[in-house]
């Protein structure tokens, strides 16, 4: 169990700090300014759709800010998990599955920041279908994928991508 989210405050999220190597510089990757936004488990958020490349580390994550006690109570009571496995968006090229579409988008979207990598790491990562489509992508970087809820890693597929509970 998480400490009080007031414990937490000096580690409140910032969109304009990277979490992973606190580089304060970044990268827009794409910006939807709708008002509406899709989480991974299909529900549909009031806000604006974006997300930043780290240019000190490559770290792709959302580039708007996140209310702490919003977010604790997400992961504690509303996140479903990532969309049903095998899920797929119908192109004009025929079906392609999610974490293809995503996988893509990730890559062409992170450009030379990916390109060099060795590592990565996925955080709630679901069932780590994603993690998977990178990995047949992108064979020279060690990929591991991170799910807190016991329920989707316990259904990590066993092409290669790890998830872990602990």
């Known amino acids: ?3 009080p989210v007031a414990e937490r ?11 992973l190597c606190a580089c304060r510089e970044w990268r827009s990757i794409g910006r939807i ?6 989480r ?4 549909i958020l009031p806000e604006d759709l974006e997300k930043r490349v780290c240019l000190g580390c490559g770290l792709a994550r959302r ?12 992961y504690e009571e509303d996140y479903r998990g990532g969309a049903p496995r095998a899920h797929v968006f119908y192109t004009t090229a025929g079906p392609v599955p999610r974490s ?6 990730f890559l062409a979207a992170a450009g030379d920041a990916f390109e060099g990598a060795r590592r ?6 679901g069932t780590g279908e994603l993690v998977a489509a990178l990995a047949r992508r992108c064979p020279h970087v060690a990929l591991e994928a991170f799910e807190p809820r016991r329920d989707r890693a ?13």
Do not use: N
């Open 33 to 38: 300014g709708t008002g509406r936004a899709l």
């Open 40 to 43: 991974s488990d299909r529900t």
């Open 154 to 166: 316990d259904r990590a597929p066993a092409s290669g991508a790890r998830a872990a509970r602990d």
């Open 120 to 125: 990565g790491l996925e955080c709630g990562a």
């Open 63 to 74: 580039g708007t800010t996140v209310d702490p006690e919003a977010l604790e109570r997400l």
């Open 9 to 19: 405050q000096q580690h409140a999220f910032d969109p304009d700090v990277c979490d």
């Open 100 to 105: 293809d579409a995503f996988a893509d988008w």
């Open 1 to 3: 169990m998480l400490p």
